[in-house]
């Protein structure tokens, strides 16, 4: 089974510029999940689809972060423009439903270094 | 507010000693706690969770928690840890409100 496939796996760019990281879940997962992962800390949730549906976006920053799940597969994030705060590693995971008892199988991530 | 911590950032060992990672949580009538392990450039992934029933949880690789509701606590075991046991471990919980909270990790070096 083929799982969580994420791209790219790094990208650096400057600030002010805009990016976009490419998510393509378990197939099958229902549920798909956007998190934030900064040097040091735990992944932070950014957003939580449900087949194409956003089920939890409340810690996006929504005025330069945007998400998308067409067709219920696979998902974009894209930040514009990017700030220096946002250098992270940006994980995917997806899940069979949508509860907090399914597990979350997570892809590799894409590490973003803004400068 | 819920909360989950993770008492040690970083815990160094030798190889075919124990280990202890520690976690607590604020109480909650109902919860779901979870181990997961992120190896170094790779994914994270799950190592045990805790939802109902017996409060001793095995999980892969030979790790083990122990759900404690008096103490609020699910620390991590391992009888014996091995070189490719080095790793991040994330505690995770979730209470009422079903949100999953993670906490900030536990760094495990086993060294030789």
Redesign the interface.
């Known amino acids: 089974e083929a799982g969580v496939a994420q791209s790219p796996r790094y990208k650096i760019i400057e600030k002010r510029q805009s990016v976009a990281f490419w998510c393509n879940p378990i197939s099958g997962h229902a549920t798909l999940y956007w998190y934030q992962q900064i040097l040091g800390q735990g992944p932070k949730l950014l957003i939580q689809f449900q087949n194409n549906g956003v089920v939890d976006d409340s810690q996006l920053p929504k005025d330069r972060f945007s998400a998308e799940r067409l067709k219920g597969v696979d998902s974009t994030l894209k930040i514009q423009p990017a700030k220096l705060e946002d250098s992270a590693v940006y994980l995917c995971a997806s899940s069979l439903g949508q509860g907090p008892a399914d597990t979350q199988y997570f892809g590799p991530g894409t590490r973003l270094t803004v400068l | 507010a819920q909360s989950v911590t993770q008492l040690d950032s970083q815990v160094p060992v030798f190889e075919e000693a124990p280990v202890e990672l520690r976690c607590n949580y604020s109480s909650s009538v109902s919860v779901?706690l979870f181990w997961y392990v992120q190896y170094p450039?790779?994914?994270?992934?799950?190592l045990l969770?805790y939802?109902s029933g017996s409060t001793l949880v095995k999980g892969i690789n030979g790790f083990e928690a122990e759900f404690n509701k008096s103490q609020t606590s699910f620390h991590l075991r391992k009888p014996s840890v091995h070189i490719s046991d080095t790793a991040e471990y994330?505690c995770?919980y979730?209470g009422n409100n079903?949100?999953?909270i993670?906490?900030?990790?536990t760094s495990l070096a086993v060294n030789p």
């Open positions: 779901y450039n790779q994914g994270l992934q799950l969770k939802l994330f995770v979730a079903r949100k999953l993670w906490g900030l990790g």
